[in-house]
């Protein structure tokens, strides 16, 4: 993966990506793909390095999965999305509540559903500001969005961390 030719880079995300269909990669391994990955600027990587790490929910995928939150390319945030859908924790939603922002509705529809998944009830509101962060806005905010979809999956998103005012809410949108 630190090759200067992106297509060796690419052969070499593939490997992973089918070696870990047979065996997962261990946590050792993985750390040892941040850095390189850090660095990298080519989507298709990326992507077979996420799903190599699909499946396991040791603390290196989930640092890699976050640190792919953050990348310039959608699919790959959606990629690290779906890790996180699959292994959801109350710590991540700090992370993916920035995503809510996202001017992409796919992007908006899989923030929503990773948060309700997460467990975390300060999504609902999102996290005041703090002298070393600004506000981030929670998953209510959502809800008068102009997509049906992001409207739906945060509605589903709110209704599974117990609040009450999207039970009303679902209660009105189904009677309407």
């Known amino acids: 993966l630190t090759s200067s030719?992106?297509?060796?880079?690419?052969?070499?995300a593939k490997n992973l990506q089918t070696i870990s269909t047979q065996h997962p990669l261990s946590p050792d391994a993985v750390?040892?793909?941040?850095?390189?990955?850090a660095k990298e600027q080519d989507q298709q990587v990326w992507q077979y390095c996420l799903q190599a790490i699909q499946a396991d929910r040791h603390s290196a995928a989930q640092e890699l999965a976050l640190l792919a939150l953050h990348n310039p390319w959608p699919d790959v945030r959606r990629a690290s999305l779906e890790y996180f859908r699959q292994h959801?924790?109350?710590?991540i939603a700090t992370a993916v509540l920035p995503l809510l922002r996202e001017s992409n509705p796919r992007?908006?529809?899989?923030?929503?559903?990773?948060?309700?998944l997460c467990g975390n009830p300060q999504v609902i509101h999102g996290f005041p500001a703090t002298p070393t962060t600004?506000?981030?806005?929670?998953l209510r905010d959502l809800l008068t969005s102009s997509h049906p979809d992001v409207?739906?999956?945060t509605l589903t998103a709110l209704t599974r961390?117990?609040?009450d005012e999207a039970?009303?809410?679902?209660?009105?949108?189904?009677q309407a």
Do not use: K
């Open 151 to 153: 409207q739906w999956a």
């Open 107 to 116: 992007l908006q529809t899989s923030a929503a559903e990773v948060l309700g």
């Open 31 to 37: 750390r040892q793909l941040i850095e390189p990955l």
């Open 161 to 163: 961390l117990r609040d």
């Open 5 to 12: 030719d992106v297509l060796r880079r690419r052969q070499a």
């Open 167 to 174: 039970y009303a809410e679902l209660i009105r949108r189904l």
């Open 134 to 138: 600004v506000a981030t806005g929670g």
């Open 88 to 91: 959801p924790s109350p710590e």
